[in-house]
């Protein structure tokens, strides 16, 4: 059995990925996770802890986004689904860009999001293949991708 590969992309200041996590383990989702680095600081000062300190805080952040580069260019690359999560509080211009990339590498995209989104987001949303607005419709879209079953199907309907 294929174990598909899921980039989780977007927001970090919400359980939304461990919630898909959980939802796709409780329906024995042969699926594998990866995600950019989700640790603020680390994201952030990545760059200078590894490469030097800079002076100016553009070559501080360049640095940084240089190397997170490597990371998601990598793993979106080798995804079979691309997750891109949108929240409620935070501008994710890196969000946006994943999902750019995503688009760009021909990669199967599902955009989470909430309505008040919807005018802003909508040249993502078109580049999308589904539009949620739950973590939990998107273990729901892969359980449907993966096995073909609908929300509460036993597994011999889905076996169907």
Known sequence: MKTWNVYLSGEIHTEWREDIER?????GLPVQFSAPVTNHEASDDC????????????WHDHKGAMMNGIRTRTLIGDADIVVVRFGEKYRQWNAAF??????????????LQRPEHDHALKEV???????????????????YVINGSLPGATAAQAAE
């Not at 939802?23 to 329906?27: E, K």
């Not at 949303?125 to 359980?143: F, M, N, Y």
Request: proline share 4%; net charge negative.
């Open 23 to 27: 939802a796709t383990t409780a329906a």
């Open 47 to 58: 760059g200078v802890a590894i490469l030097g300190a800079e002076a100016d805080k553009y």
């Open 98 to 111: 994943d999902a750019g990339v995503a688009s760009a590498l021909g990669k199967p995209m599902i955009v």
């Open 125 to 143: 949303d078109a580049a999308a293949l589904a539009v949620a607005r739950e973590p939990r419709q998107v273990a729901e879209i892969l359980a």
